[in-house]
C-alpha cells in the first residue's frame, strides 16, 4: 500500500462521515457543507472542521449553517480553528510509507497479539481505556491488540477499532511505571506494521494539547494528515457552558 493508496482511502471514509463528495477534499481554502444525514455518534446540531491538504471544510447542520456561514467566511485556517462556537482539536495521523520501520522489541517484557474474538479473554481489564474499552454489553469495537506484559502483568496495550472496513484507528495506554522508556513507541510501531500487512489503513488520533502522544506517533512512524475539530457547543456538553450561553441564545 502506497502514500496516495492510504490518502485515498481516508478521503473516502472522511468523505462518508462528513457525507460529503469526495471531490471536496481537492479544494484549496475554505469549502461549507451540510450533511444530508448524521449519524448516531455525531452531534445535532452537528459543527465541525477539518482541515486536511489545501482544503478547510466546515461541515454544519441545515438549521445552522445559515448563521455559521457570515461568521466563519473569510476567516483564515487559524481563525477558524479559534471559533468560540467549537472546542477541542484532534491530530490525526497515518504511516510513513517512505521511512517505514519496524522497531526492535523491548527484551524486558513478553509480548502477545490478540484478535477478533480473543480479545474478550481481556474483559477484565479496566486501565486500558484508550485502547481496549467494552462496553456495558460486553461488546467491543477494537479488533487486534498487541500488548506486553512482566511479572504476569499487562503493563501496556495498543489496540485498534474497526472504524471502517479498510481503516482501523490505534489507541495506545501504558501504565504509569512504565512510559518514558519507548514500550508506547513499540507497540503502536508493531500494531501499525501489523494491520497494514493486512491491507488496512492504521490512523492514529491525538489532541493539539497532547504533546507525549504526538511525540509517541512521531518515533512510532506516523506522520500527521488531516486535523478536526472534536466538539461543539450547541448541546451544552461545553464545560464552559454557562458562560457561552449568551453567545448563541
Known amino acids: 500500500m502506497n502514500k496516495e493508496e492510504i490518502r485515498k482511502i481516508v478521503k473516502e471514509n472522511l468523505s462518508k462521515y462528513l ?37 478547510v471544510i466546515v461541515s454544519a447542520s441545515n438549521e445552522i449553517i445559515n448563521n455559521i456561514k457570515p461568521l466563519l467566511t473569510e476567516k483564515s485556517r487559524d481563525e477558524l480553528f479559534e471559533c468560540p462556537l467549537i472546542y477541542g482539536q ?46 456495558k454489553d460486553g461488546s467491543i469495537a ?36 512504565y512510559r518514558t522508556n519507548g514500550l508506547a513507541t513499540v507497540l503502536v510501531n508493531h500494531l501499525m506494521n501489523k494491520i497494514l500487512r493486512k491491507n488496512i489503513v492504521p490512523i492514529y488520533c491525538a489532541s493539539s494539547t497532547n504533546i507525549a502522544s504526538q511525540a509517541v506517533a512521531h518515533r512510532a512512524g506516523l506522520i500527521p494528515y488531516w486535523t478536526s475539530t472534536y466538539k461543539n457547543i450547541f448541546d451544552g456538553s461545553s464545560v464552559y457552558n454557562e458562560l457561552l450561553k449568551p453567545l448563541y441564545k
Open 19 to 55: 457525507d460529503c463528495k469526495i471531490e471536496i477534499f481537492e479544494e484549496s481554502g475554505v469549502v461549507f457543507q451540510t450533511p444530508n444525514k448524521l449519524n448516531e455518534f455525531q452531534q445535532n446540531p452537528f459543527l465541525e472542521i477539518t482541515s486536511i491538504e489545501k482544503a
Open 90 to 135: 484532534s491530530i490525526y495521523y497515518i504511516p510513513d510509507i517512505k521511512s517505514l520501520k519496524i522497531h526492535d522489541l523491548l527484551p524486558q517484557y513478553k509480548y502477545f497479539y490478540l484478535e477478533g474474538k480473543d480479545i474478550e479473554k481481556l474483559k477484565d481489564i479496566k486501565e486500558f481505556s484508550n485502547s481496549l474499552e467494552f462496553d
Open 142 to 177: 477494537t479488533t487486534i491488540v498487541f500488548f506486553a506484559m512482566k511479572d504476569n502483568e499487562i503493563v501496556g496495550l495498543a489496540g485498534a477499532s474497526n472504524e471502517y472496513d479498510n481503516m482501523w484507528e490505534i489507541g495506545i495506554d501504558v501504565k504509569k511505571n
